[in-house]
Every structure is written in structure tokens, then in C-alpha cells.
């Protein structure tokens, strides 16, 4: 059983609110409380002393970090090992799933330039974390390694790990896909050099012109320059709308 026992009220509440959020079964005592035989778990606030049962296992949640310390809860009463996996299906928008052992804790579908953050702040306090990335949708996927530097990266073939998406689970496969991801060992990378293809080239200039108020592809250069990671497409715009010529440049003039 998971014991809640703190007199830090944003502790409290926070775990509280992150234990019924997930339906698991808790109690909480006052801490000086008799302790309840079938307790396995304590969480406390960090830095709090309370006397706790030796065979109790003890857990410090921080007040601004609730998850973080109700997912090394559930780990330790599951029996995993604790290490933390971050799995990502690379795309304009990844699935990311987190693992805690074999327990998937929580999972993402957002902007690539979102990844990094993401990342820094679950492998935080983690233990042995690792990050494994799928090997498709190349261009995005060496930019994330490339920004990725606190902690070790490992490349896995993506192949086969989008699984089949029955009736009401369209949206779910990118995340699905990085759950499968994070539980496939990799070959670890540190950097990923990619030499954009014609086509991949041609779908950032195509990606261009739809973003663009004056229906205007950018340049191929400033299109491998996205590629590589050096500029967004809005800032290619922005660039290749100051080097264009004003609209009147070149008329004759008649006055």
C-alpha cells in the first residue's frame, strides 16, 4: 500500500491529485500516525524528517515535481528496475513515451523543437536514463540527437514498431510506435550527418509555399538549410523575402 504522509500541504495535494488521477488505491496518515501494517511505500516531502517503518520504502516528492516522485512510486511497487527510457518516433510532431522499467508513466505528442525541453526535464534526478530514437524521418530525427546532450542517445530501427490502429485509436500510432521504440535496445549515437534527398529537399520548399503569404517556395539552399537545421521554414522565409526583389523593382519609369 502507498502512504502518503506529510505535513508539506502542496505535497499533499499534488501526489494526492497524481495517485487518483491514475486510480491507484493510497492512504494517508499524519506523520507521529500508527503506520498501517500493509504499507510498502511512504512518500514524504524532500527534506521532511518523519519516522518511518524499516520495511517501509521511502519516497521524497518535491512540491513542483508530483508525477516525478508518484511514477517512482509505482515502479517500486511494481519491481522495476527504475531506469528511465525516453522513446521517440521522429516527425514534425514525435510521439514521445517515458518508461520506468516496463511501466510506460507518461506520454507526449508534440512540436520537434518541444523534444529537447521534454527530454531535460524527465531525465532530471533519473536513474541510468537513456534515450532511444527511431531511425526514420531522418532530417528530423539527427536534429534531435544533435540537440540531445545530458544523456545517452541510442538509434532503433523503427521498422514494424507502428502497430495497428483499430476503431477510435486514429492519432494514437506515433505515440504507440515510441512506446515500442523505447523497448528495443539501439546502437548508441552521439551525431547523425544526413544529406537531404532531392524529394525530402522538395517537401521543405513545398512546406514553404504553403506557409508562405505570397505563395513562394524558398530557395534550395535556404531549403537545405532548414534540412540541416541551421534555419526554421519561417525564418527561410523571412530570408528569402529579403533577398527577392521589391515588387516594382526593374519597371521602367514613366514620370
Known amino acids: 500500500m502507498i502512504v502518503v504522509a506529510t505535513e508539506d500541504f502542496e505535497v499533499y495535494h499534488g501526489v494526492v491529485n497524481e495517485l487518483r488521477d491514475r486510480g491507484v488505491e493510497f492512504t494517508t496518515i499524519e506523520p507521529g500516525d500508527e503506520w498501517p501494517e500493509e504499507a510498502d511505500v511512504a512518500v514524504i516531502a524532500a527534506g521532511e524528517s518523519v519516522e518511518i517503518p524499516d520495511s517501509v520504502d521511502v519516497v521524497q516528492a518535491d512540491p513542483d515535481a508530483p508525477r516525478r516522485a508518484v511514477e517512482t512510486v509505482i515502479s517500486a511497487l511494481r519491481g522495476g528496475d527504475g531506469r528511465t527510457v525516453i522513446g521517440i518516433d521522429p516527425g514534425e510532431r514525435p510521439g514521445v513515451a517515458i518508461l520506468h522499467g516496463d511501466m510506460v508513466v507518461a506520454a507526449f505528442q508534440v512540436p520537434a523543437a518541444d523534444i529537447t525541453e521534454i527530454v531535460r526535464e524527465e531525465v532530471e534526478d533519473a536513474v541510468d536514463p537513456v534515450v532511444r530514437i527511431g531511425d526514420g524521418a531522418r532530417l528530423v530525427g539527427a536534429r534531435i540527437i544533435d540537440e540531445i546532450q545530458s544523456v545517452p542517445v541510442e538509434l532503433v530501427d523503427e521498422t514494424g514498431t507502428t502497430p495497428y490502429l483499430g476503431s477510435g485509436a486514429r492519432g494514437m500510432g506515433d505515440v504507440l510506435a515510441a512506446v515500442n521504440i523505447a523497448r528495443l535496445d539501439g546502437e548508441e549515437i552521439e551525431s547523425r550527418t544526413i544529406e537531404p534527398t532531392t524529394g525530402e ?32 521554414v519561417e525564418e527561410a522565409l523571412a530570408e528569402h523575402d529579403s533577398d527577392s526583389p521589391t515588387a516594382d523593382e526593374g519597371e521602367p519609369d514613366n514620370g
Open 201 to 232: 529537399l522538395q517537401k521543405i520548399k513545398d512546406r514553404s509555399r504553403e506557409a508562405s503569404e505570397t505563395n513562394r517556395a524558398i530557395s534550395e539552399d535556404l531549403a537545405r538549410q532548414v534540412a540541416t537545421g541551421t534555419l526554421t
